[in-house]
């Protein structure tokens, strides 16, 4: 049976870091939804084009578009065992789509870790985040996690890059949407007893080492 390991978080919550960490452990690959939108707008794809009207004013792209780009994504080769899915879903009608889709496939959520962090914590992680131009897209931040020559990433050498949804208007109309649409999941999960919460503004290392416990302990169920 695959296995579906969900990875939820405001914006700047450190999703992507961690997943960037826990990616090789688990085995599966990481489907992030962002970075899906992100790269079909590089390729301006119809899809990509549609993606960024909402994606600009930090609005979130309708349901039904998003649930079928991940319905692609999971029907893969690399993913036949299952996928650490980050940013999806992030609306109650994805997640009941998401339940859909991997009853396809046979299998369903195994786990839903949320990141908790306080807004402004947020708001600062976001101001200061640059991101790699490289495939493997790592972060960093101008103050909590300087990349070592400024401007260039420490892993790979790709130039780092601000996201245009990065800046202020759009960060703080990004954590208004998931506060409104994406916070109601933490109840839907919670109700289910698929949720872990995990206290997102600890130390990055202590944040992976409590995410890594919470996915052995659901897959050893
Ligand atoms: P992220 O990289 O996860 O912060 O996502 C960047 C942007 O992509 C979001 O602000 C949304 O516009 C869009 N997006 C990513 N994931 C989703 C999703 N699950 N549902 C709708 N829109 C999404």
């Known amino acids: 049976m695959p296995t ?5 978080g405001a914006p700047g919550a450190g999703k992507g870091t961690q997943a960037q960490i826990l990616r090789e452990e688990f085995g599966l690959p990481q489907v992030a939804s962002g970075d899906l939108f992100r790269d079909n707008l590089k390729r301006m794809t119809p899809l990509g084009q549609h993606a960024r009207t909402f994606m600009d004013k930090g609005e979130l792209v309708p349901d039904d578009v998003t649930i079928d780009m991940i319905r692609q994504r999971l029907r893969e080769a690399d993913a036949a065992q299952g996928a650490v899915l980050d940013g999806f879903p992030r609306t109650i009608a994805q997640a009941e789509g998401l339940d859909k889709l991997l009853a396809e496939f046979g299998g369903k959520v195994n786990v839903a870790l949320y990141l908790n962090v306080r807004e402004s914590v947020l708001l600062e992680r976001l101001s200061g985040r640059w991101v790699c131009r490289g495939p493997q897209q790592h972060t960093y931040h101008l103050v909590f ?9 420490d892993v790979c050498g790709a130039e780092l890059y601000q996201r245009e949804d990065d800046q202020a208007e759009v960060q703080a109309r990004r954590i208004k949407v998931f506060m ?12 289910r007893g698929q949720l872990i919460r995990i206290d997102g503004e600890q130390p990055v290392a202590r944040v992976t080492a409590e995410m890594r416990a919470a996915v052995q302990n659901a897959l050893s169920q």
């Open 145 to 153: 996690n300087p990349p070592k020559a400024p401007g260039q990433c």
């Open 180 to 191: 409104e649409q994406t916070a109601p999941l933490i109840k839907f999960y919670t109700g």
């Open 4 to 8: 579906y390991i969900l990875f939820m």
